[in-house]
């Protein structure tokens, strides 16, 4: 389990993230939602190694990630779907699968890994010759989703999984989630798309101004009328 107890965290001595603490359980969807500038992406980027922390901890199954490097985190079976999915354009999909193995024991099941994910993701495998910049947004969120579970990962974080997709690849890709959680990896999640995340997520928090204003169960946050009228404009 992650556990992040009283993070700070900013950008050139500027503070953005003051004091969160938040836990992902295994097998377990947890989202972060937030308006825009709240600060969720940063803190994510703290969690992987990307920005260092200026204090509080970050620990995976008891072992501190403060001071780790990204790839150390990643060997430790914390892997990042980065927002904006940062694929290799000019590379095919099977390529860009195998970047992904990038932690010991994955590299020795690539192979299974790889067939694995022609199930859990059909399309790619009709496509796995084809330039990934050739594709669609929604196939491209998939390889991205891909890429990442080849290495193995215990948890998988998600910057902005629906950004660009058109609203029924949304909902595929909410369902691809829910089941990459029921095979045993756990999910911490950040988006926008408040409504669709929080009901399928296990617990939520909400985030605003760098600090956490509400958690709760996922379902039972979407019933709460403030974040109804700040976040779903009922
Ligand atoms: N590299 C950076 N250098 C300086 N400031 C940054 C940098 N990246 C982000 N910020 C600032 O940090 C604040 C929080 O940004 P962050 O991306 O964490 O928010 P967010 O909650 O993920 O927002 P969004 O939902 O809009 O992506 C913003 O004011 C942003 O301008």
């Known amino acids: 389990m992650l556990k992040i107890s009283d993070l700070r965290t900013g950008y050139n001595g500027g ?3 003051h004091g969160i603490s938040l836990e992902v359980p295994d097998n377990q969807i947890v989202a972060i939602v937030g308006g825009n500038g709240a600060g969720k992406s940063t803190l994510i980027k703290a969690i992987t190694g990307l920005i260092p922390l200026t204090s509080g901890t970050a620990e995976y199954n008891g072992e501190k990630l403060n001071g780790l490097s990204p790839d150390k985190i990643m060997q ?3 892997c990042l779907v980065p927002e904006g999915r940062q694929l290799f354009p000019n590379m095919t ?3 860009n699968l195998d970047i992904g193995s990038c ?3 994955s590299r020795k099941r690539r192979k299974e890994n790889k067939e694995e994910m022609f199930q859990i993701f059909p399309r790619l495998l009709e496509r796995r010759r084809q330039l990934t910049g050739t594709l669609s947004g929604g196939e491209q969120q998939m390889v991205a989703m891909a890429r990442a579970l080849m290495s193995n990962p215990k948890l998988l974080i998600m910057d902005e999984p629906s950004w660009g997709l058109a609203p029924i690849l949304v909902t595929e890709m909410f369902q691809t ?3 990459i959680r029921d095979r045993g ?3 911490l999640i950040v988006e926008q798309n408040v409504g669709k995340t929080l009901s399928i997520s296990d617990w939520g928090y909400v985030i605003e101004n760098g600090t956490v204003v509400m958690q709760d169960v996922g379902k039972k946050l979407l019933q ?3 974040l109804k009228k700040a ?4």
């Open 76 to 78: 430790k079976g914390v």
């Open 185 to 187: 990896t756990a999910i």
């Open 224 to 226: 709460d009328e403030s």
């Open 15 to 17: 503070e953005i993230v």
């Open 231 to 234: 976040y779903l404009g009922i």
């Open 177 to 179: 989630i829910e089941m």
């Open 93 to 95: 999909v099977e390529d």
């Open 103 to 105: 932690t010991k024991e």
